[in-house]
């Protein structure tokens, strides 16, 4: 059985720093893509980043570049995404994600549905 966890959210004045993690048991944490997605109420949920099975290649969105930076132990079976000079617009819950299917993220890795396996989400708050 895949269990996909996240921890780390908080409430973060606006410019500070926060680190999300992602733990993944049940599958071959070295294999698959991960990615992290972020969704407000009434929001569809929206793509942050995604790296591939060993940290090569990574993607952001746009408005996140330069702020974000995800990461990947696979020995520790454990998902990064350090999150800087973070505004009120990152408020939102937080998801990590596993695609099964690809070792790369895929050219449409911002879309949900290319992954296959979520958490239930850590709440990240940035006050103004």
């Known amino acids: 059985q895949v269990q996909v966890v996240e921890s780390g959210g908080g409430l973060v004045p606006a410019g500070g720093s926060l680190r999300l993690s992602c733990t993944a048991s049940g599958l071959t944490f070295d294999g698959p893509a991960m990615g992290w997605f972020r969704q407000v109420p009434g929001k569809e949920r929206e793509g942050v980043s995604c790296i591939g099975w060993n940290g090569s290649r990574t993607a952001y969105a746009d408005s996140v570049k330069g702020r974000f930076t995800i990461s990947r132990d696979n020995a520790k079976n454990t998902l990064y995404l350090q999150m800087n000079s973070l505004k009120p617009e990152d408020t939102a819950i937080y998801y990590c994600?596993?695609?099964?299917?690809?070792?790369?993220?895929?050219?449409?890795?911002?879309?949900?549905?290319?992954?296959?396996?979520w958490g239930q989400g850590t709440q990240v708050t940035v006050s103004s």
């Open positions: 994600a596993a695609d099964v299917v690809r070792a790369y993220c895929s050219t449409s890795w911002s879309a949900p549905g290319s992954f296959d396996y």
